[in-house]
């Protein structure tokens, strides 16, 4: 069985990218390589991976604040 719907994974994999190009413009002068390092390690990926809906069907500036709420990152 797989951990979330195939449906999810072209749109999650979309949206992930769509924020990793957008981050600049959501905060001018962040250390893209640092957010994408993070967000890569954090538990909004984490729960993204366990296949949780809410999550996989958010669009690139929700997935962006709530990693922002729930990690924590603080924006070098």
Partial sequence: METYSRSYLMEVV???GILFEKVKDYIP???VRHFIT???N?????????GQA???????EEL???FLEL????IK
């Fill in 14 to 16: 979309e949206t992930q």
């Fill in 29 to 31: 002068g962040i250390d």
């Fill in 38 to 40: 993070h967000y890569m």
């Fill in 42 to 50: 954090s538990k909004v990926r984490k729960l993204i991976d366990e």
């Fill in 54 to 60: 809410y999550l996989c069907t958010m669009d690139s």
């Fill in 64 to 66: 962006f604040h709530y």
């Fill in 71 to 74: 990690d924590k990152y603080q």
